[in-house]
């Protein structure tokens, strides 16, 4: 029997089955950013969509029924689901483990990014091009059949399609979320800064904030990333033509195509950064 010193400790099998629960429950109210940005970068060169009408466009298109309005937010939910699940764990491990290599929190954040990326990338690329097809076609696309073109085209290395691009914009984003994060923390005082609430607002400013301040380079990686279904020229698929096309089709406003949606979806994904924390605390207190 437990004593009571121990009663509140939560074990590392606990944490890493703790992190797993809130990488997929957090993707749930992720996942239609991650459709809405997909479509508002999809659609015709040179066409701007709001995020209003990226929404209406989805639930509209979807048929008569209410349950496939619902299912068209949700087009490659499996795909991500299960890549958010194991990020989430290695994003929660890495947080903690950084602090041991560096003192520095943008260091820190692009650290536990890198540890995740590894698993969130593959997922993200095949939910996009799914997405992308359902848009394109209005018809249901399959998971297998996604799986196994990227396989055909190149192998494991299609998974990992943007990735570099990836990489750089949403380590950019996670490194000054976790810099953000430690200034705002400075206004609250030092007793309060284990609060599970104070961690939650703290999180969800600096990964809003930053998320807005990444959106110009996310851009490119999700123009990368949607290659394969545009069937663009070869040079459209690399991050140097990439900034190019985007630029010349609107100048520099067109890297702030998705921002609202991009702030949104922020504050979706900075669960991987308070979700287990909070989460933990409150089982502890039980």
């Given at each position: 029997?437990?004593?009571?010193?121990?009663?509140?400790?939560?074990?590392p099998?606990?944490?890493?089955?703790?992190?797993?629960?809130?990488?997929?429950?957090?993707?749930?109210?992720?996942?239609?950013?991650?459709?809405?940005?997909?479509?508002?970068?999809?659609?015709?060169?040179?066409r701007?969509?709001?995020?209003?009408?990226?929404?209406?466009?989805?639930?509209?298109?979807?048929?008569?029924?209410?349950?496939?309005?619902?299912?068209?937010?949700?087009?490659?939910?499996?795909?991500?689901?299960?890549?958010?699940?194991?990020?989430?764990?290695?994003?929660?491990?890495?947080?903690?483990?950084?602090p041991?290599?560096?003192?520095?929190?943008?260091?820190?954040?692009?650290?536990?990014?890198?540890?995740?990326?590894?698993?969130?990338?593959?997922?993200?690329?095949?939910?996009?091009?799914?997405?992308?097809?359902?848009?394109?076609e209005?018809?249901?696309?399959?998971?297998?059949?996604?799986?196994?073109?990227?396989?055909?085209?190149?192998?494991?290395h299609?998974?990992?399609?943007?990735?570099?691009?990836?990489?750089c914009a949403?380590?950019?984003?996670c490194?000054c979320?976790?810099?953000?994060?430690?200034?705002?923390?400075?206004?609250?005082?030092?007793?309060?800064?284990?609060?599970?609430?104070?961690?939650?607002?703290?999180?969800?400013?600096?990964?809003?904030?930053?998320?807005w301040?990444?959106?110009?380079?996310?851009?490119?990686?999700?123009?990368?990333?949607?290659?394969?279904?545009?069937?663009?020229?070869?040079?459209?698929?690399?991050?140097f033509?990439?900034?190019?096309?985007?630029y010349?089709l609107?100048?520099i406003?067109?890297?702030?195509?998705?921002?609202?949606?991009?702030?949104?979806?922020?504050?979706?994904?900075?669960?991987?950064?308070?979700?287990?924390?909070?989460?933990?605390?409150?089982?502890?207190?039980?």
């Amino acid at each position: 029997m437990k004593d009571s010193a121990d009663a509140g400790v939560i074990t590392p099998i606990e944490r890493v089955l703790l992190d797993g629960v809130v990488g997929m429950t957090s993707e749930i109210p992720l996942h239609p950013f991650l459709v809405l940005w997909t479509l508002q970068h999809a659609a015709g060169e040179g066409r701007f969509i709001s995020l209003r009408e990226a929404v209406m466009t989805t639930y509209q298109n979807a048929g008569q029924k209410f349950s496939a309005k619902i299912s068209a937010f949700y087009v490659g939910f499996f795909a991500t689901v299960i890549s958010s699940v194991l990020g989430t764990i290695a994003f929660d491990h890495m947080k903690h483990v950084a602090p041991l290599a560096t003192q520095n929190d943008f260091l820190q954040g692009l650290l536990t990014h890198a540890a995740a990326a590894i698993f969130w990338e593959p997922g993200e690329r095949v939910a996009m091009l799914m997405q992308a097809q359902h848009h394109a076609e209005s018809r249901p696309v399959l998971l297998r059949n996604t799986l196994r073109n990227i396989w055909r085209e190149k192998g494991l290395h299609g998974f990992y399609r943007g990735a570099l691009p990836g990489f750089c914009a949403n380590s950019f984003m996670c490194g000054c979320a976790f810099w953000l994060q430690t200034l705002v923390l400075k206004c609250y005082s030092p007793e309060r800064h284990q609060d599970p609430l104070v961690k939650m607002q703290t999180y969800l400013f600096a990964f809003m904030l930053s998320a807005w301040l990444g959106t110009p380079i996310e851009g490119i990686p999700t123009r990368v990333r949607l290659g394969q279904f545009r069937k663009t020229a070869p040079g459209d698929n690399t991050a140097f033509q990439a900034i190019k096309t985007i630029y010349a089709l609107g100048g520099i406003k067109s890297f702030w195509r998705g921002a609202m949606t991009s702030v949104l979806g922020g504050a979706m994904y900075s669960a991987a950064a308070w979700g287990p924390d909070v989460a933990s605390a409150l089982l502890q207190r039980r």
